[in-house]
């Protein structure tokens, strides 16, 4: 438990003074909610003795708008600790996701690439969710439960000894319990936890994929991967609820043993006048209250592991292996040199003992059969493998393990996917990126250079219209926008993947000009088999099958 609070802890450090004030609000509730029973209690003692002959309508009057005020105030307080609870959970499951998401940004790319993002989408959720929950709640009634069982306990000892003696024994059954039952229900929560991240992936991959299926006619295949991992959840959750239930079977059990005690000893201290009715009442109210704040610490024990299982699977996250980043900026990219570079992946050699350097003011042209590492070698130029890459990579003569890649990734690298990636904005934001300079002169003039001036005047909002993955643009438009993108912050290399695929005829021609006139202050890099695109390098590298 102590590192469920020391981690979510860590990641409120901005609004600790919300959980302060959350704290008092929450203590101030709780004392009022153990006067009020008191009181009333005592405003049954004075019912019980008042009669025809002796009606006080003044005290009575001020029983009663004691009682209200005080409920009005339990409501208002209940409001705003809600509120905070509400904020904190919030902004601590936000914190935490955030976290997760910039560590796999800058973790290994080889390896995060194996994991089903739908899977991961949720598993990120859900153990962000279920840590923040545990730990805001855990400050509240660790404050709140433990007032409601101290303070009621003391009026019941002085009511009856005895039937708090037995109420802590009751207890400590139950703990006894826990510490039998905790390791089965941690397994368990564990595995349902992975398969209702596994059944979330095979849902996502129904819908993602809705086009394939139906071209491929792999309705009943894919349904049936998806039926595999409902089965499995289904058998896990019916595990994990059989153990579970015996933690609340066992506070069900302490309740009932406890007022059967109560209404029994009670009953008889009322029958001897030890005890008024208002007191019985009192004690019978008190003793609800111990309950059901004992019941907390008592199934705090199985929620502990709950969070532990979270905690646990964050941490594995946390754990994988992260690209290495430096802070040295560079204002410009004059050479790029790989220096006995060896790639692998699994136990395929992709790139093996590479030696190249490229040098601004030409343009280079990567040829090669499938599989014979192109692509491969672009992102090793790009850095996306840096910490799985043996040997140098360098920057002007300087390791890239040294420098900031991912400033140099977006102010001095332009790069252009085989198929481009758009995502839910305007089309103005995919195009310049994050890009703060002033740049919306330079894209029209793009814009009109490739002949897209009327495929965003015919858009609703024209450059500010929202687009996505799913926009009908065609290829040659995307790839024209892609380049568009690429070139916007003027960099100092130019990545291209292929960029004549999908291009028509005035297209490459057009590519191919902006190229040449561009070489002379970039280090241009092309992915291509395209004869057009060969004539106008200065070196080609041709790339065989390891």
Request: net charge positive; proline share 1%; charged share 15%.
């Amino acid at each position: 438990m102590k590192n469920i609070i020391k981690f979510t802890l860590s990641k409120t450090k901005n609004y600790y003074h919300l959980i302060i004030l959350f704290v008092i609000i929450s203590f101030i509730a709780t004392v009022l909610s153990v006067f009020i029973p008191y009181y009333t209690g005592q405003f049954i003692d004075f019912l019980s003795a008042a009669n025809k002959e002796n009606k006080n309508i003044t005290i009575l009057l001020k029983y009663a708008s004691i009682l209200v005020s005080a409920g009005i105030l339990g409501i208002i307080l209940g409001y705003i600790s809600n509120r905070l609870n509400v904020i904190l959970s919030i902004k601590t499951t936000n914190s935490i996701k955030r976290m997760l998401v910039i560590h796999l940004q800058k973790s290994s790319h080889l390896h995060t690439s194996k994991i089903n993002t739908g899977y991961l989408n949720q598993r990120i959720t859900s153990d962000a969710n279920s840590l923040s929950s545990f730990s805001i709640n855990l400050i509240q009634n660790i404050i709140v439960k433990s007032l409601l069982i101290i303070i009621p306990a003391l009026v019941l000892f002085t009511f009856s000894p005895v039937i708090t003696i037995i109420f802590i024994v009751f207890v400590i059954i139950y703990y006894i319990l826990y510490i039998i039952l905790r390791k089965k229900v941690y397994k368990r929560n564990l595995i349902l936890k992975e398969r209702q991240a596994e059944h979330m992936s095979a849902q996502l991959e129904q819908l993602t994929h809705i086009s394939f299926i139906k071209k491929f006619g792999l309705l009943f295949n894919f349904i049936n991967r998806y039926d595999i991992t409902y089965s499995k959840l289904f058998k896990s959750t019916l595990k994990y609820q059989t153990t579970s239930y015996s933690f609340t079977a066992a506070e069900n059990l302490v309740r009932i043993l406890a007022q059967i005690v109560l209404f029994i000893w009670g009953g008889i201290l009322v029958f001897d006048g030890s005890i008024t009715i208002g007191q019985f009442t009192i004690m019978s109210t008190y003793l609800s209250i111990m309950l059901n704040a004992s019941g907390f610490f008592l199934g705090l024990s199985k929620y502990t592991q709950d969070a532990l299982v979270s905690l646990d699977r964050i941490n594995e996250l946390l754990n994988m292996k992260r690209d290495h980043y430096g802070e040295i900026d560079l204002t410009s990219i004059n050479t790029i040199e790989l220096n006995n570079c060896t790639f692998s992946y699994g136990k395929d050699i992709l790139i093996n003992k590479f030696n190249y350097k490229f040098i601004k003011g030409n343009i280079y042209v990567i040829t090669g059969e499938n599989g014979s590492g192109k692509s491969t070698l672009t992102d090793i130029i790009l850095g996306i493998y840096n910490s799985n890459l043996h040997g140098l990579l360098l920057y002007n003569n300087i390791s890239a393990e040294k420098l900031n890649l991912i400033g140099i990734q977006q102010n001095n690298i332009g790069y252009c996917e085989q198929d481009p990636t758009f995502f839910k904005d305007t089309l103005f934001n995919n195009i310049i990126c994050g890009n703060t300079s002033n740049c919306k002169t330079k894209m029209l003039g793009l814009i009109d250079y490739f002949g897209l001036s009327d495929l965003i005047a015919s858009l609703e909002d024209g450059i500010n219209s929202y687009i996505s993955n799913k926009t009908s643009f065609s290829g040659g438009e995307k790839y024209k926008l892609s380049i568009i993108r690429a070139l916007i912050k003027e960099p100092d290399v130019l990545i291209l993947d292929e960029p004549t695929a999908a291009l028509d005829t005035q297209g490459k021609c057009r590519l191919v000009d902006l190229l040449i006139s561009l070489k002379k202050t970039k280090i241009i890099i092309i992915i291509s088999h395209d004869s057009k695109i060969n004539k106008i390098a200065d070196y080609v590298l041709e790339l065989s099958r390891l």
